[in-house]
């Protein structure tokens, strides 16, 4: 009888990515499918994700939640992976006793030898190891689902991080940066592009500090992959997160004046506009560095939109530094972020500094650093009215079912009156509304 598999996603889109590999691994070993529901499953896995503290906190409420479904069916494996997982270890087992398997994000391609042992010894089996590079060796090849129909794919490069930004936990619980062979991403794109992909997001936590190794010895840097991706027949569109600005080679940015298929969008971290809290994050570059970064891309490729990620409120944040951040936003024009309120993480060197600054004017400032970025973006919507977009039509829109969803080559979301049968397909439609954080189209004949 097929078995079914529920996975909970926490956190960044390199644990979704995560999460459909554990998927495919478990479908390869077993005959399975995944559910919506924990309630009709046989496998619950929680994928999580320690970037923040209230991530990882909710961990542990939502295993309490699937506790009754394993004291009515003792049969029932629970696994806990990802980050939490890999920060906790053991502690998982003694928080929540009822947790069979606990694995890291490095060793989920070893979930079916981990079931096996905790069937064949009756105790909790636990791997957060790092074994390098090891689990992309072991992931079958990239299947498209039959359901999925966008056309868009995501295709990791690269795990882990050693940037060791002073607030981050990401280089403890992934380890250290480590990137996958050329010619295996090279094969994973072109089965994808087989199987009728046409946008391919290429994934890493610094996906710009790629090196791989080709199959001379070779090794070879980010900008190559991209010129070798975007080569492919059948590649489109390409896109890629997240990238750090000390990554930013000449190389990379000179591609958006040759490449047409590097979408006009890119996502550079930046996390502050002061070079004092910089330099305390660790973050190896100045504003000014940041800025001639931005202005060479925009020399090459006029019309890109740039959004980033901040943090708020990290230990010793002043006015003048909030300021000077605030300050950045306008010399940008940034015109989406992820923007968060520091969050301390144990384990990390920030979690020692001096932090005396009162909650309320942390989120004070997030919010009008929020506020503005949502005003840059109305802004940047507007210019848009009336021009003609080319779009990957994406799937039914989540507010009219008579209405498909599409996104732009600048990452905006554009709803409009069309057949469900466009889904998968590239097709043109002239901006005609903003409504808040969403275009409306209608399609040009
Ligand atoms: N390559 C990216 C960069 O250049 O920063 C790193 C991606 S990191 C996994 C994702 C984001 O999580 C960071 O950009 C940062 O804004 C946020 N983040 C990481 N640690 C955090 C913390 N302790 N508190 C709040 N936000 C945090
Ligand atoms: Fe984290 Fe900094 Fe790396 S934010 S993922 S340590 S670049």
Redesign the pocket.
């Known amino acids: 009888m097929t078995k079914k598999l529920y996975i909970k996603t926490f956190g960044?889109q390199m644990n979704e990515y995560d999460s459909d590999k554990m998927a495919d691994v478990m479908r390869a070993g077993e005959d399975m499918e995944r559910t919506n529901s924990p309630d009709d499953a046989d496998i619950i896995l929680f994928n999580t994700c320690s970037?923040?503290e209230k991530a990882a906190e909710k961990v542990f409420s939502d295993l309490g939640r699937v506790r009754p479904l394993k004291l009515a069916n003792p049969n029932i494996l629970i696994g806990v992976g990802g980050c939490v997982a890999s920060q906790e270890g053991e502690t998982i087992i003694k928080r929540a006793p009822y947790v069979d398997i606990v694995f890291g994000p490095q060793t989920l391609h070893r979930l079916p030898e981990l079931i096996a042992a905790r069937l064949a010894t009756g105790r909790p089996q636990i791997d957060i190891s790092f074994p390098e590079i090891e689990k992309f060796d072991h992931l079958p090849i990239p299947v498209v689902e039959a359901d999925a129909k966008n056309s868009a794919s995501f295709v990791a490069i690269m795990e882990g991080?050693s940037?060791y930004?002073t607030?981050?936990?990401?280089p403890y619980t992934r380890g250290e940066e480590v990137s996958r062979p050329f010619e295996d991403v090279m094969r994973d794109v072109s089965e994808l592009v087989a199987q009728g992909m046409k946008e391919i997001t290429l994934l890493g936590?610094?996906v710009n500090a790629y090196q791989g190794e080709a199959e001379d010895g070779d090794i070879v840097d980010f900008a190559y992959l991209l010129q070798a991706i975007a080569a492919l027949a059948g590649v489109e569109r390409l896109r890629y997160t997240?990238?750090?600005?000390r990554d930013m080679s000449q190389r990379l940015i000179d591609l958006y004046a040759t490449t047409p298929k590097l979408v006009s969008h890119l996502h550079l971290?930046v996390?502050s506009g002061s070079d004092r809290v910089l330099a305390a994050m660790k973050r190896g570059h100045t504003v000014l560095e940041y800025k001639s970064i931005i202005r060479r891309v925009r020399a090459a490729r006029p019309d890109i939109s740039i959004s980033s990620?901040?943090?708020i409120g990290f230990p010793g944040e002043t006015d003048e530094d909030f300021e000077a951040t605030m300050k950045l936003i306008e010399d940008v024009g940034f015109d989406a972020s992820?923007s968060?309120?520091?969050?301390?993480?144990p384990g990390?060197p920030?979690a020692e500094m001096q932090d005396d600054t009162p909650h309320e004017v942390k989120a004070a400032r997030l919010k009008r650093l929020q506020t503005r970025i949502d005003e840059l973006e109305q802004q940047a919507n507007q210019s848009m009215l009336g021009t003609v977009q080319r779009v990957l039509v994406e799937g039914v829109s989540k507010k009219d079912v008579s209405e498909q969803a599409a996104r732009t080559d600048n990452n905006r979301v554009v709803n409009f009156r069309g057949s469900s049968d466009l889904v998968g397909q590239f097709v043109e439609l002239k901006i005609t509304e903003v409504v808040r954080h969403t275009l409306r189209g209608e399609m040009v004949s």
């Open positions: 960044c970037i923040r991080c940037k930004c607030f981050c936990v990401v936590q610094n997240t990238s750090h600005p971290p996390q990620d901040f943090i992820f968060y309120l520091y969050s301390s993480r990390t920030a």
